[in-house]
């Protein structure tokens, strides 16, 4: 049943610019791991209601996500860092061709290990979506790099059903990274700066909000 209704909700998606559904279907073709529609969708309804000025993303990719972002959220820049050699350049290809490449910055780097050239900031939104098992370690550089009113998106925090699944039966390859992924999930529900939410949409999509200071807490 949660299958038909997940089929049931992205079917009612509108039909996207031909551009875009071509870096979907490149995605699939080539195995290229883009955030999940339902999961897209999802996520720039969120930030539509954010507002967010400038977003900072961890993992382009071939910039998918990057531009949606871009384009769904007029005047707000998007900054994205991405490792891979051949995904910059198929990310720099496509953001050329988007009607927001003026506000799309294609950092070419290993983002852990920009150290001291870390984009600056501040940023109203922090979009996590690279390799699984250092989330923890990406959260921990950029996010000093938040505004006040920073938000935190973490994607595939399900990884395809493997966090759901007992230990034992993950394929030895990904226990590792599965463990990591858990552990940062329950650290960060239980981070004393944010509220955070695990929503069931796409491959599973973590949203942490900063605390309101306390009173007591300014005072201090």
Same mark, same amino acid.
């Given at each position: 049943?949660?299958?038909?209704?997940?089929?049931?909700?992205?079917? #009612?998606?509108?039909?996207? !610019? %031909?551009?875009?559904?071509?870096? =979907? &279907?490149?995605?699939?073709?080539?195995?290229? !791991?883009?955030? &999940?529609?339902?999961g897209?969708?999802?996520?720039?309804?969120?930030?539509?209601? &954010?507002? +967010?000025?400038?977003?900072?993303?961890?993992?382009?990719?071939?910039?998918?996500?990057a /531009?949606? #972002?871009?384009?769904?959220l007029?005047?707000? =820049?998007?900054v994205?860092?991405?490792? %891979?050699?051949?995904? &910059?350049?198929?990310?720099?290809e496509?953001?050329?061709?988007?009607?927001a490449?003026?506000? /799309?910055?294609?950092?070419?780097?290993?983002?852990?290990?920009?150290?001291?050239?870390l !984009?600056?900031? !501040?940023?109203?939104?922090?979009? /996590?979506?690279?390799?699984?098992g250092?989330?923890?370690?990406f959260f921990?550089?950029?996010?000093?790099?938040?505004?006040?009113r920073?938000v935190?998106?973490?994607?595939?925090m399900?990884?395809?059903?493997?966090?759901?699944?007992?230990?034992?039966?993950? +394929?030895?390859?990904?226990?590792? #990274?599965?463990?990591?992924?858990?552990?940062?999930?329950?650290?960060?529900m239980?981070? +004393?700066?944010y509220?955070?939410?695990?929503?069931?949409?796409?491959?599973?999509?973590?949203?942490?909000?900063?605390?309101e200071?306390? %009173?007591?807490?300014?005072?201090?």
């Amino acid at each position: 049943m949660e299958h038909e209704y997940s089929r049931y909700s992205e079917g #009612m998606i509108l039909p996207r !610019p %031909e551009r875009i559904m071509a870096m =979907e &279907q490149y995605a699939r073709e080539n195995r290229v !791991p883009i955030m &999940q529609l339902e999961g897209m969708e999802a996520l720039l309804q969120i930030l539509r209601v &954010q507002r +967010p000025g400038r977003i900072l993303e961890i993992g382009t990719a071939i910039g998918y996500s990057a /531009i949606r #972002m871009a384009e769904a959220l007029p005047g707000t =820049e998007v900054v994205t860092i991405e490792r %891979e050699p051949a995904m &910059q350049e198929k990310a720099e290809e496509n953001i050329s061709r988007s009607d927001a490449k003026g506000r /799309i910055r294609l950092v070419r780097a290993d983002a852990l290990e920009l150290e001291d050239r870390l !984009p600056e900031g !501040p940023f109203d939104a922090l979009f /996590i979506d690279a390799a699984k098992g250092q989330y923890k370690r990406f959260f921990d550089i950029y996010e000093p790099l938040l505004s006040g009113r920073g938000v935190v998106y973490c994607d595939n925090m399900f990884m395809h059903g493997l966090t759901a699944e007992d230990p034992k039966d993950i +394929p030895r390859k990904n226990r590792t #990274m599965i463990r990591k992924l858990k552990a940062f999930t329950e650290w960060l529900m239980a981070h +004393p700066g944010y509220d955070s939410a695990l929503l069931p949409v796409g491959d599973g999509l973590m949203i942490s909000t900063k605390k309101e200071p306390t %009173e007591e807490g300014a005072a201090l």
